[in-house]
């Protein structure tokens, strides 16, 4: 089956660091990637996505690109900010849409 | 654009009790999903409904989890009765249809003693 494995956290930064949280999958044919963000108190957020090899997803200055080769969807950002601090977890969609998720990475960046 | 609703945010009963949790979805969003999300895991998708009929329940333990979308509009998720590793974040989401982007609610953070 579909299954994500994700950097154990927690991880903690000064601010403007790098970040990077690795993530790899298994799956079987060709799913679509996600990184959603968790901020203290609410809900899951769509982060960024791509949806096929060799996509690069970004949002807030935040990039993953979709490697086929090592089936990896590593997580960066070159500045981080106090307010990035959350939880990220790392997603994966196969062929039934359904999301299977990595057991979360904690951040706190500090000022 | 309002976002998912859930109700309460957070719960505490004592075990072999019984619980409900209520969800509204996006306006107009065919696609309705439950997950579980206990401490220090990622979500786990109990069960999804399209508009009012289910699509998958196969994870949803079934013998003490029950969730309901009568008109295909908001949902409820019942435990009965409740056992300590229920324990958890019920989270809600809403998608235009399956396959297209999930929006996820606040969740309801459940605490079983």
């Known amino acids: 089956g579909n299954s994500v494995t994700q950097m154990e956290g927690p991880v903690t930064l000064s601010e403007e660091a790098f970040l990077t949280i690795n993530c790899t999958y298994t799956a079987t044919g060709y799913p679509s990637l996600f990184w959603y963000v968790q901020y203290p108190g609410e809900g899951l957020q769509l982060l960024l996505k791509a949806t096929k090899a060799d996509d690069k997803g970004s949002n807030k200055g935040f990039e993953a690109t979709y490697r086929k080769e090592t089936t990896s969807f590593h997580l960066e950002k070159g500045s981080v900010q106090v307010s990035d601090s959350a939880v990220y977890f790392c997603?994966?969609?196969?062929?039934?849409?359904?999301?299977?998720f990595g057991a979360g990475t904690t951040v706190t960046v500090r000022a | 654009e309002a976002g998912v609703a859930q109700s309460p945010r957070y719960k505490i009963i004592e075990k072999r009790q019984s619980v409900a949790f209520w969800c509204n979805p996006i306006s107009g969003h065919a696609t309705l999903y439950w997950y579980q999300q206990i401490l220090g895991q990622g979500p786990k998708l109990l069960i999804q409904f399209q508009n009012n009929g289910v699509v998958d329940d196969s994870q949803l333990p079934k013998d003490r989890f029950s969730a309901e979308r009568l008109k295909g509009v908001d949902s409820t998720l019942k435990i009965q009765p409740a056992k300590l590793e229920d324990s958890a974040v019920y989270l809600c989401a809403s998608s235009l249809k399956s396959g297209s982007g999930q929006f996820f609610g606040p969740g309801t953070r459940l605490t079983v003693l």
């Open positions: 997603a994966l969609s196969g062929g039934d849409y359904k999301l299977s």
